[in-house]
């Protein structure tokens, strides 16, 4: 303030007078935001009624609902993680995005796994399988699109759909849970943007043939020609390395161009909160520079640092080499079969995946888990994962777990029957 200026000194006293103290106490949060966080999925609306699954976490209580691995890593997994956080370079723990090293492995290996020739800058490392859905989803959807799901689906595809704006569109999947093409294709409109495909499928543990898939690109085309616009396949590959009895694994990435593989390694290492996954488009993809632009635009930016993490990308070349023992997950899977058979119950076995889908001896799946639940075991329901009469049990347990949880199992059927009878 100039010295020949005036002083106000009543006008300086209210500018310098502390601010009152507000006493606002409501938030001001987005009302679009808020309005899609009101949608209730099947899952949100079991979990605000089945209080019992806040004790699955209890002291002596078996946790058979997700696919936490409940025995030690993989053999080479720590020692991977150890090399490679020595850093070798300035800079090591800097920012990261797509490393080649990672992506030149991811490509390297698709080629061995599906013999198509996915180039490296086609591949798009992200912090998890989840990321990966929601940057493709970003992409293909928004207001007023549709997006088909195989039912029962994955329980998290219906909100993050809901989230961008567009419907999720559920097609019953058959009785022998193979995917009903007529009815897919008898739900295609020309609003529909996408159709997500999980194969292996989770919870059903199905995995889908040669034909099938080849059968399904063709009805896609079909439709892509008649809207003229293509309709995208979304392939949710988790489980594709966790495949029993031998069985051929395809991807239907290699069938149909307009789709995107999302991959996450963390339930082929069995170790879920080490996050590390990519987004591979396919080498027949028409025009790949677009989505290029758009897929790394939206790594570093929509949804925070999609990136994973530089010591699992350094990693990665040595964890592409660690194998989930399946042999050991389908003895685990043989002998929770055999057992739950000759008490009585209706199993699935599954031909991948590490969950066992279990026939409920009550029509209220839900009822019957609360009643297992009161037995110290706790498994995943149907009805919330959109299979009513089900129970989804996971083969992460290990054996000590499943031994004291065998009885529990007996016991709940025992008494189940007991208030039929």
Not at 94 to 99: A, I, S
Not at 344 to 365: H, I
Not at 401 to 412: H, N, T, V, Y
Request: glycine share 6%; aromatic share 10%; hydrophobic share 40%.
């Amino acid at each position: 303030m100039s010295e020949s200026m005036p002083i106000d000194k009543q006008k300086v006293q209210q500018e310098t007078k502390p601010t009152e103290k507000s006493n606002l106490t409501t938030h001001v949060i987005s009302p679009r935001l808020l309005k899609a966080l009101e949608y209730e999925t099947p899952m949100s609306k079991f979990l605000k009624k089945a209080t019992y699954m806040s004790r699955k976490d209890e002291l002596g209580n078996l946790d058979f609902t997700l696919g936490d691995a409940h025995e030690m890593p993989l053999p080479g997994f720590v020692e991977a993680l150890q090399r490679w956080s020595v850093p070798q370079s300035l800079g090591w723990y800097g920012y990261k995005g797509n490393l080649p090293e990672s992506q030149n492995t991811v490509s390297t290996v698709l080629k061995e796994r599906s013999g198509l020739s996915f180039s490296p800058e086609d591949i798009f490392m992200t912090n998890g399988t989840v990321v990966g859905l929601a940057i493709c989803l970003k992409i293909l959807a928004e207001e007023g699109d549709e997006v088909i799901i195989n039912l029962p689906p994955w329980l998290g595809y219906r909100r993050m759909i809901h989230l961008t704006g567009a419907t999720s569109v559920g097609v019953n999947v058959k009785n022998d849970f193979d995917l009903d093409l007529q009815a897919i294709a008898s739900s295609i409109t020309e609003k529909t943007r996408a159709i997500i495909i999980n194969s292996p499928h989770n919870p059903t543990g199905k995995i889908f043939s040669e034909k099938t898939l080849q059968d399904l690109a063709s009805l896609l085309n079909d439709a892509s020609v008649r809207y003229g616009k293509p309709i995208y396949l979304i392939s949710d590959e988790t489980f594709n390395r966790i495949v029993f009895d031998n069985r051929s694994y395809f991807s239907p990435t290699q069938f149909y161009p307009f789709s995107f593989l999302v991959y996450g390694y963390s339930k082929t290492l069995m170790a879920p909160g080490q996050r590390i996954g990519y987004i591979a488009i396919p080498p027949t993809m028409p025009n790949p520079e677009k989505m290029r632009k758009i897929i790394s635009i939206l790594q570093g930016s929509s949804f925070g640092w999609c990136f994973p993490s530089a010591l699992m990308q350094y990693a990665l070349a040595d964890l592409e080499k660690l194998n989930p023992n399946i042999e050991h997950l389908q003895s685990k899977r043989d002998w929770m079969v055999k057992e739950l058979r000759e008490m009585g119950y209706k199993v699935n076995p599954p031909e991948g995946t590490y969950f066992l889908l279990v026939k409920s001896p009550w029509e209220d799946d839900c009822a019957f888990a609360e009643l297992l639940a009161s037995h110290g075991v706790f498994v995943f329901p149907g009805t919330p994962q959109e299979i009513q009469g089900y129970l989804r049990i996971t083969l992460t347990a290990n054996e000590e777990m499943i031994s004291q949880a065998l009885p529990k199992f007996k016991a709940a059927l025992e008494e189940a029957l007991a208030k039929d009878s």
